[in-house]
C-alpha cells in the first residue's frame, strides 16, 4: 500500500475530489474518542461505533452514578468482544465544576435584562429570579462586571439554551447578576462558568477520589481525563495518588486544559503529563473567540515537539441533532488535523446526541482526507530541529525508521515494544503510514503474585495518532530471539494482510531491539 499523499501547496485535481473515498480498516491514522451515554451505551450501538473508528470509550462522572457507568462498561466489553476492536478506556473527573441544580427540572426561562440571584442554598426552588448552585464560595471569587456563563452539560453554543450573566452585586452569600440574553434553561443540570476567574476547589475533589479508589480501581481504566487541570502540581497530586492503587499506577493522565490559568501553566503540565485534552468549550467562554484558534496551534505543535498526544473537543456540535455538520465544523475538523492532532473527542454529539454513529463515522472520513494532504516532509524536520543533538540512541533510530520507511514507500512499520515507548516515538515523527505496534507481554511480580504487563500499553497506544497495537501471545517472552521475531513477525504481517494494508511485493520496515540495540530493517514480501 504505497502512500499517494499529496501536499497542500502542490495542485489538486478538481476532479479528483468528487471520487469517492475508498473503505479501509483503519477509517483514518487520527484517533477518536467517543462519550458513552444514554444515547451511546447498547452493545449494539457501541459495537458500531468501534466499526465506525472509535478507539477510546470515554466516560463522564461529572454526571450520572457508578452503577449507570458500569452496565455501559460492561456493554463495551461485550462490543469489543464481538466486533474484536479495541478499545481504551478513559474516565473524565467532574473537577472543581460549578453547577445549576434544578430539582424540579421545570424549564426555567430567563428574560433579558432582567436580574437572578445565585445562591448556594441548594434547599430553593430554581424560579426565573433564583437559581441555586453547588458551591459556596463565589460570592467571594467574583466582582461587579465580571461575566458567568450558564449552559447545558458541554455548552450547546446556541443562545436559546445558554446565558451570559454579567454581576452587578454581591450580597452575603449570594451574587445577583444581569441577564445579558433571553433563554430556556431545561433540564436538571447546568454548568456555571466564571469568566477568568480561579475557583478555590481542589483539581482532583473528594468525590473523584472516591469515584477513582473504586470505578477505577475495579475496571483498571486505562487513562485518567484531569478536568480543569490549572498546574504541574494538579497532575503530581493526581499521579501520586493512583501511585497507590494497584494496578492504576500504570495509568496515564491526561491533563484536561480549560481556562486561562491551566493555559498560562501549559509548558510545565505538559512536562508532567502523559498528554493533553484542550476542552475548547471552556476555553472558548475564558479566551476571545479570535483567540481560541492561536491556543490550539500553539499548544498542539508543544505537544508534537514533545512526542505527547494532543486531544482537540467540541468540534462537531451541530450533530448532536442532525445528521450532517456544518461546512464550518468539517473544516474545523480538518484544521485541526493539519494542525497536528492526535485524536478528536466527541462529547455531547454521541453521549446524548441522535447520532452517535455517523458522527463517528463522518469525523473519521473528515480525519482521513485531511490527513491525505498533511505536509510530513515539513513537519520531520521541525521535529529533528526541535529535538536538537545529540539525539538520544532511541529517537535516533525511530526518526531514522520513519524516514527509511517513506524513502522506501514502504506499506506499515511494525514496531515490536512492550513498553510502547519506541512506537510513540516512531508516532511522533507523523509517517504517512500506519504503525503496527506489536506489544510483548512481561512477566512482573509484586511478590504476591506473578502477572503479564502489556495490555495497558496496548490499549494506550490507541489514542496516538497513527498507531494501531496488537498485544502479542504472553508465551513469547520479550527478550528477543530470532526464532520468536520471525513468529511475531508473521502474526503482524498476517494481521496487516487481513487488515488490507499489507499486499504482496511490499516493503515494510521493522523496528525491533536485538539484545542491547535497537535495529530497523527492511523487508520486501512475496506472493
Known sequence: MHSTNLLLEEPIRMASILEPSKPTFFPAMTKIVGTLGPKSRSVEIISSCLESGMSVARFDFSWGDAEFHQETLENLRAAVKKSKKLCAVMLDTGGPELQVVNKSEHPISLQADALVVLTPDQDKEATPNLLPINFSGLSKSVKKGDTIFIGQYLFTGSETTSVWLEVTEVKGEDVVCLIKNSATLAGPLYTLHVS?????????????????????????????????????????????????????????????????????????????????????????????PEKVFLFQKAAVHRCNMAGKPAVVTRVVDSMTDNLRPTRAEATDVANAVLDGTDAILLGAETLRGLYPVETISIVGKICAEAEKVYNQDVYFKRAVKCVGEPMTHLESIASSAVRAAIKVKASV???????????????????????????????????????????????????????????????????????????????????????????????VVVFQKVGDSSVVKIIELEN
Open 196 to 288: 477568568q476567574i480561579r475557583i478555590e476547589l481542589p483539581t482532583l475533589t473528594d468525590k473523584d477520589k472516591k469515584v477513582i479508589s473504586s470505578w477505577a480501581v475495579r475496571n483498571k481504566i486505562d487513562i485518567l481525563s484531569l478536568s480543569y487541570t490549572r498546574n504541574a502540581e494538579d497532575v503530581r497530586h493526581a499521579r501520586e495518588f493512583l501511585s497507590k492503587l494497584g494496578d492504576l499506577n500504570q495509568t496515564q493522565i491526561f491533563a484536561k486544559i480549560e481556562n486561562v490559568e491551566g493555559m498560562g501553566n501549559f509548558d510545565e503540565i505538559l512536562g508532567e503529563a502523559d498528554g493533553i485534552i484542550l476542552s475548547r468549550g471552556n476555553l472558548g467562554i475564558d479566551l476571545p
Open 413 to 507: 512499520i511494525i514496531c515490536f515494544t512492550s513498553s510502547g515507548r519506541a512506537a510513540r516515538l516512531i508516532a511522533k515523527y507523523r509517517p504517512p503510514m500506519p504503525v503496527l505496534s506489536v506489544v510483548i507481554p512481561r512477566l512482573k511480580t509484586n511478590q504476591l503474585r506473578w502477572t503479564f504487563s502489556g495490555a495497558f500499553q496496548a490499549r494506550q497506544s490507541l489514542i496516538v495518532r497513527g498507531i494501531f497495537p496488537i498485544l502479542a501471545d504472553p508465551r513469547h517472552p520479550a527478550e528477543s530471539t530470532n526464532a520468536t521475531d520471525e513468529s511475531i513477525l508473521k502474526v503482524a504481517l498476517d494481521h496487516g494482510k487481513t487488515a488490507g494494508v499489507i499486499k504482496p511485493h511490499d516493503r
